[in-house]
């Protein structure tokens, strides 16, 4: 009921292609999901993140789209660029209880040039 | 120093040893979390503090023993180790009364030999 399922575990990208990877979550209580950005050698980093009265949320080149009859949401990312490679984790969390983020497993993205 | 910072960033010991891990947070936040990632592994929660008070623990084994002395900074206490607990120890930080984002350190990489 706790587990965040992602996929893929890893993506390989042409440059200023697109890049999508999904999540699924089971514990409909959770109405917190982001998304962290994580380079080698450094701690993740917020990059966008959603509430479920929404159905999409984009910031640039960065957009979530979320599914909550299905219980699912997904990172886009367009005109993906090598800058772009890193590892990307999905989260969810009850912004009410102690704001414990239950993470994925985490999609290593390569964008060739 | 801004942002979130963690010492040392690198630390090798062996399984007798007794070692402190160090966290500090310059953005005013009140709650502060240890995580641990392995390769291969989602982020796993292991201590949540809220105004210095343990909150959360995540059945993680005693020998690793959290501190948390003021709400700026936060440590992990490190005591008969086993290989396996070798991985990257994350500290994050959060305003509970503003946001839900946790802001994440750069981690220090453990080796339990």
């Known amino acids: 009921q706790q587990q965040v399922k992602q996929s893929p575990q890893s993506l390989i990208v042409q440059k200023g292609g697109i890049s999508i990877i999904n999540c699924a979550y089971e514990?409909?209580?959770?109405?917190?999901f982001p998304w962290y950005q994580q380079f080698p050698g450094k701690g993740p980093a917020l990059l966008i993140a959603?509430?479920?009265?929404?159905s999409e949320k984009k910031e640039g080149r960065f957009t979530i789209s979320f599914n909550k009859s299905a219980k699912q949401f997904s990172l886009h990312i367009m005109d993906s660029q090598p800058g772009d490679s890193a590892t990307y984790f999905c989260a969810a969390s009850i912004s009410s209880n102690t704001g414990k983020l239950i993470f994925g497993q985490g999609t290593t993205l390569q964008v060739k040039p | 120093e801004t942002g979130v910072t963690q010492t040392p960033r690198h630390l090798v010991m062996g399984m007798t040893n007794k070692k402190s891990l160090k966290c500090e947070q310059h953005l005013g936040h009140n709650a502060m979390y240890w995580y641990k990632q392995s390769a291969k592994k989602p982020l796993e929660l292991m201590f949540v503090?809220?105004?210095?008070?343990?909150?959360e623990n995540n059945s993680v084994p005693s020998r690793f023993s959290p501190e948390c002395p003021n709400s700026s900074h936060l440590f992990l206490h490190l005591h008969t180790l086993q290989p396996e607990d070798s991985a990257l120890y994350l500290c994050?930080?959060?305003?509970?009364?503003?946001?839900?984002?946790?802001?994440f350190g750069p981690g220090t990489r453990l080796t339990v030999l």
């Open positions: 514990n409909t209580a959770f109405d917190y």
């Open positions: 959603i509430r479920p009265d929404v």
């Open positions: 503090y809220n105004f210095k008070e343990q909150t």
């Open positions: 994050a930080s959060r305003n509970t009364g503003a946001e839900d984002t946790q802001y």
